[in-house]
């Protein structure tokens, strides 16, 4: 009798065990919230190291060509115009601007990026380019384009190549030049290279003329990028204010 009273004394009530559970359950979700953070926040750094990679080769074109920065012309309307999505990366989905038909042996800026032979533009869409795949890379709930299938896209990287962008316009649009003239050639004289971003996350752009692209790649609350200068330094999570603000406390587009 008394050990049968000793095991019905060492087991869990039903009521214990959904303690026990509900304890754990909260746990986990006091948890989640910090491991989230933990894990965006790495991403963010390979982002950050990546950015600043792609900063470094730049210096090193830019030392190598004269003050140019890497630029890559196509035949639009009958004319050459510098397409800055081809500065560097893999071959796009994108079917516009040689986008999709440019791959990683065309665009310049690869050549200081990547250690080997890389795919002609003949050679496969897949041809993976690491340095400029960005691990926060979430695309934008639209691109801009009201064409079913290319209204939104998942990923800059696999949709133009990169998740990458060079600073060759402002937000006002396309034609207002910033690093890389219209046309082409040297980058003009630079005022500020502490404040200047030469390369960026294409979360900088979500606000070109004053649209929302929801591109919200480090959270859901504003809008952030990671930059690197032309001095050489790099800042992660750099808010990204809304409207057409080409200038900040901690970074300018114009030279």
């Not at 095991?7 to 979700?29: C, H, K, Q």
């Not at 830019?62 to 800055?84: E, K, Y």
């Not at 990028?225 to 050489?232: V, Y």
Request: aromatic share 10%; proline share 7%; net charge neutral.
């Amino acid at each position: 009798m008394r050990s049968e009273q000793t095991n019905a004394r060492g087991g869990f009530t039903l009521i214990e065990l959904l303690v026990v559970i509900a304890v754990i359950a909260l746990l986990v979700g006091l948890m989640l919230p910090a491991l989230g953070a933990t894990r965006l926040n790495a991403r963010s750094t390979v982002c950050l190291s990546r950015v600043q990679q792609l900063g470094v080769g730049v210096a090193a074109y830019l030392n190598d060509f004269d003050r140019m920065l890497p630029q890559r012309t196509w035949d639009v309307g009958g004319q050459q115009a510098v397409i800055g999505s081809l500065f560097g990366g893999k071959k796009g989905q994108l079917p516009f601007y040689g986008i999709n038909q440019v791959g990683a042996e065309g665009r310049p800026l690869n050549r200081y990026m990547f250690a080997g032979p890389v795919s002609p533009d003949d050679g496969p869409d897949n041809f993976p380019m690491p340095p400029f795949a960005s691990p926060v890379d979430r695309g934008a709930t639209t691109t801009g384009l009201p064409i079913p299938g290319l209204d939104r896209t998942d990923s800059f990287y696999d949709f133009i190549g990169s998740s990458y962008t060079l600073n060759d316009h402002d937000l006002r649009g396309d034609e207002y030049a910033t690093l890389v003239p219209q046309g082409g050639g040297r980058m003009p004289y630079v005022t500020q290279p502490s404040r200047t971003w030469v390369i960026g996350t294409h979360t900088i752009y979500n606000f070109q003329q004053g649209g929302d692209r929801g591109s919200r790649w480090f959270g859901k609350s504003k809008v952030e990028a990671n930059l690197s200068f032309l001095d050489g330094h790099a800042k992660m999570r750099v808010t990204v204010p809304p409207g057409i603000v080409n200038e900040t406390s901690d970074y300018v587009f114009g030279p």
